[in-house]
Structure formats: structure tokens, C-alpha cells
């Protein structure tokens, strides 16, 4: 089974607040708000663009950076058809689905079994389930034999539901003026397929020998049957993919090591925790026909523990298939063995949208102050979407004439941001709730004595530093280079 139960005592905010909280604090935004919304699309707001930037940035540093032989590309979302009959998206892309025909809402058939065995087996002496899997087979044989129990989750209706089908997860559109299947095109489900049929460019033009490997970071597109769980699936999504090309003989050793990356990226890199995050290996039936290993990590999400990301083991599968539809000639000589081989994969994969859900759980902290609940957002500070805030004690020319130079005198290198309304102690909260690590207050000595309060955010510490030394002190807190 795919989904395990919400681990409660661990989430620290439910999924209703965190859309909330990400509405009002400007992170996230249903996408055409003022039309009534579109199903599966959502638009990142100011503190959200930042965010999901710093993220994108932190996997870059890790996977590209830190490894002299990870390139990057960036490859366009609409492709040749071809390249996605060869990788058997355009054949066998789907998910089960299933509809009610009282209501006729739509449904992934596997997720309305998973959820109501959820449920079962939350109740007192639940009855024995038969072992579940994605099958068609599986999947209707229990909707059969369940009907009388597994209710439509819109109309409550029991008995309405269709068997399940399959339903192709592509995008579709057309390229030129023409709309006939000449010019049927695809928007990519997942970033990968580009670095595939990149291999040899890539290979040839940075004279990159076996192991090396190909990241990339961009939208994809997947109809999903029912988007849910915020931007935890959406229908437009970004993926971060990594694509490690290795001879086959060194599969096992290059798969536990890449997960082991990707694990201690999340870790110590985005600051999750170690109990919210475990490993779900793929059983024979989840796993695609060509995978010899799938792990998936899961996270402790608001809605319960899963998929966060996943290291595959891909063969040659790829590599092989690109070859016999494209007739290229794909396979790589080692000189060293002088062996020839089609190079083996190794994947990482991760969404964007999962990362920043995931991030803002774990950050996402209701602390007592006194006698007041202090939100605070305990971002690591090159996450945080704004790094120092300036705050004026008061909107007084003199005041501002020196708040506006400390401003100048720290920004452009990341994000700093001016604020001169409302209460010291609300601009604070504010700063807080969106993980500001550093708050820099100017008052009226500041005109005398040259020096500004630096607040920080866990500790809620002050320190009264000189204005000319706040560039290289926030710099050295920050851990950025001063220049
Ligand atoms: P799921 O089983 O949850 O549908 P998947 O196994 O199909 O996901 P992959 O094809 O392995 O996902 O995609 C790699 C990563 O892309 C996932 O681990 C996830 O982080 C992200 N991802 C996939 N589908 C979506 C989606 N609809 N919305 C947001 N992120 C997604």
C-alpha cells in the first residue's frame, strides 16, 4: 500500500491552515483567483517565488556544484511526439480511474481504495483486507467486493462507481496552424526525457567520460485525475532530475550511493528532520516493468506520509528505447575495459511543489511568548525567503534619511526588505512568520551613535552593531561571501 497513516503528534500544522497561512502571507495563490480557479494550478506569490528559488538553488549547488562531473541542461517542454512514444509515456502514461455514475465526479480508483482502507484499519477490530496493489485487476476486484462499503467521496452513494479504466496522464497540444494528428504535440510529464536525448551532446561537449550525469530543473505537466493536497499534486508541476549515467556492472554500488545523497540532501541541506522523513521501496507491482530498484522517500506531510521523491534504478531501459526509435547509435566505448555498452541509469527525482509543503511543515512552529503565541517560520536562512528585514522605529524623515542608507548598504546581493508601518513588536511577528532570520532596527540614537539593533529570529537576541560593520556581520550570519 501506498500511503501510511499521518504520523499526528508530528504535524505541526493540518493542510487547511498551511494553504491559509500561505494565502495570507503571500506564498501561494490559487491559480485565475478572480475567475474561480483552475483545478491542479497554483501561482507562487512573492514570499513563495522566493522560496521555491532558494530551493531550486540549494539542489543545484548539491547535485551540479558539489560533483565536478554533473552538468546542467535545460531542454525544451515541448519535444518531438516521438521522443514520448519511445519512452512509452504516449502508451502507458495512465492511472487507474473510475467514476460515479450518480454524481459523475471523477476519481483515481487506487486512491479512493487506499483512502478507505485507511479508515478501516483505523477502526477497532478491523476486518482482514486482501493484500492491495495498483493493478486494474486488484483495484476492481475490490471495488467489487467492497461496493456495499466503499462510498462515491462526493455523493456518499454507494454501488455508482464504473470499473476502473485507464486514463492517459499527457498533456496535449499542437504545434503550427494545422489541429490534425500531424501536429499533436505533448507538454513533457517529467523533465527527464530531455536529458536522455541530450546523453551524446552533453557527453561530446563537455568531453565527460562514464559515470557522469545530466540535471536538470523545470515545469512538467501531468493531467492528474483528481489534484488535491494543495501544490502536493498539481497539474503543472517542476521537477529537479538528476539522470547518472553508469556502466551496468556498477548499478547496485552508484544506486545506494544516490541515495544516500538525496537522503543527506534533505537532511542537511533542507533541514528536514530525520523522523519525518523514511524510505518505501517499491514492491513488484509498483515498480515500472523496466525499474530493478525504486525507493521512494517519504515525508511526513500534513495529509500523511508520502512521496516526497525517488532514486531509481532505470537499467538501460532508456537509453535502449531511444535508440531503437530514433536508429541513433547511443552506446558508449570504454577504453579503459574497451568494453561497449548502452550506459545504465541511475535517477533522482524530486517536485518542487512536494519540497516546499514539506520545508514549510517542518519549519512551520507556534511557540509560547509570555502569554502570546508567536508563529515562527525556523527556515534554515538560506531558505528563508527574505534574509533582513529594516525596520525604522518611526516613518520620521531624519529616521528614514538613515534607515534608507542601511537599506542601500545591504541589499542587491539577496533579499532584504523595508518595512516602516505598524508596531515594532507586529513588524517583528510578521518578519517571523515568514522566517526572516535577522530584523535590523534603526532609532534615533541610531543618528547619533552610527549603530542599529540587530534582532535574531530563534533566539529573539538582540545586538546593537556599527552600520559599516552590518554588511560583513549579516554576511558572516548568512554564511555569503562579502564583496
Ligand atoms: P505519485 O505516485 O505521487 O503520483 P509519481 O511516482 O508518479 O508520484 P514520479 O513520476 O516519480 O512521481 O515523479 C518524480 C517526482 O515528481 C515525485 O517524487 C514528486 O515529487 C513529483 N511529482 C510527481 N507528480 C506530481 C504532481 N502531480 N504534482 C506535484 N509533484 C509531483
Not at 179 to 202: F, K, M, Q, S, W
Amino acid at each position: 500500500m501506498k500511503t501510511d497513516k499521518p504520523d499526528k503528534d508530528k504535524s505541526k500544522i493540518n493542510m487547511e491552515e498551511l494553504v491559509s497561512y500561505c494565502k495570507r502571507r503571500g506564498f501561494v495563490f490559487q491559480a485565475s483567483e478572480i475567475y474561480g480557479g483552475i483545478a491542479g494550478f497554483w501561482d507562487y506569490g512573492p514570499y513563495g517565488v522566493e522560496l521555491i528559488n532558494n530551493l531550486k538553488r540549494a539542489w543545484w549547488k548539491t547535485f551540479v556544484y558539489q560533483n565536478p562531473n554533473i552538468f546542467g541542461l535545460d531542454s525544451a517542454i515541448i519535444q518531438s511526439p516521438k521522443l514520448w512514444e519511445a519512452s512509452g509515456h504516449v502508451a502507458g502514461f495512465v492511472d487507474p480511474m473510475i467514476d460515479c455514475k450518480e454524481c459523475k465526479h471523477r476519481f483515481r480508483a487506487d486512491h479512493v481504495v487506499e483512502e478507505w482502507i485507511e479508515k478501516v484499519e483505523k477502526e477497532q477490530n478491523a476486518p482482514a483486507l486482501p493484500t492491495y496493489s495498483e493493478s486494474l485487476d486488484v483495484l476492481n476486484e475490490y471495488l467489487d467486493s467492497f461496493k456495499k462499503e466503499i462510498s462515491c467521496p462526493n455523493c456518499g452513494k454507494f454501488g455508482t462507481f464504473t470499473s476502473a479504466r485507464q486514463f492517459n496522464m499527457m498533456l496535449t497540444t499542437h504545434v503550427g496552424p494545422a489541429e490534425d494528428d500531424t501536429t499533436l504535440t505533448y507538454l513533457r510529464p517529467e523533465t527527464a526525457g530531455g536529458i536522455y536525448t541530450n546523453y551524446e551532446n552533453v557527453r561530446e561537449t563537455t568531453r565527460a567520460k562514464i559515470p557522469f550525469g545530466i540535471a536538470q530543473v523545470g515545469k512538467a505537466f501531468r493531467n492528474e485525475i483528481t489534484p488535491r493536497d494543495f501544490v502536493f499534486r498539481t497539474r503543472e508541476l517542476e521537477q529537479m532530475e538528476m539522470q547518472y549515467f553508469i556502466q551496468p556492472d556498477v548499478r547496485e554500488e552508484e544506486y545506494a550511493k544516490w541515495r544516500e545523497f538525496t537522503w543527506n540532501f534533505l537532511l542537511d541541506v533542507i533541514g528536514l528532520s530525520k523522523e519525518n522523513i523514511s524510505w518505501h521501496e517499491h514492491g513488484e507491482d509498483e515498480k515500472a516493468h523496466y525499474a530493478a530498484a525504486a525507493h521512494d522517500v517519504y515525508y511526513n506531510f500534513p495529509h500523511g506520509r508520502k512521496e516526497l521523491c525517488g532514486i531509481h534504478d532505470r537499467t538501460d531501459h532508456d537509453l535502449t528505447s531511444h535508440m531503437k526509435v530514433s536508429g541513433r547509435d547511443l552506446s558508449y566505448f570504454d577504453e579503459a575495459s574497451a568494453k561497449r555498452f548502452t550506459p545504465n541509469i541511475i535517477e533522482s527525482s524530486m517536485g518542487v511543489g512536494r519540497l516546499f509543503v514539506a520545508v514549510l511543515t517542518e519549519a512551520y512552529i507556534e511557540e509560547e511568548v509570555g502569554d502570546e503565541t508567536r508563529v515562527v517560520l525556523k527556515l534554515k536562512s538560506e531558505l528563508a525567503p527574505v534574509k533582513v528585514a529594516i525596520l525604522p522605529l518611526s516613518k520620521k524623515p531624519e529616521l528614514s534619511k538613515v534607515a534608507k542608507e542601511v537599506f542601500a548598504s545591504v541589499a542587491g546581493e539577496y533579499n532584504v526588505e523595508y518595512d516602516e508601518t505598524q508596531s515594532i513588536g507586529k513588524r517583528y511577528r510578521r518578519q517571523d512568520e515568514i522566517g526572516t532570520p535577522y530584523c535590523v532596527t534603526v532609532d534615533f540614537e541610531s543618528i547619533d551613535d552610527q549603530a542599529v539593533t540587530v534582532r535574531d529570529r530563534d533566539s529573539m537576541k538582540q545586538e546593537r552593531i556599527k552600520i559599516v560593520e552590518l554588511k560583513s556581520y549579516l554576511a558572516d550570519k548568512l554564511n555569503l561571501v562579502v564583496r
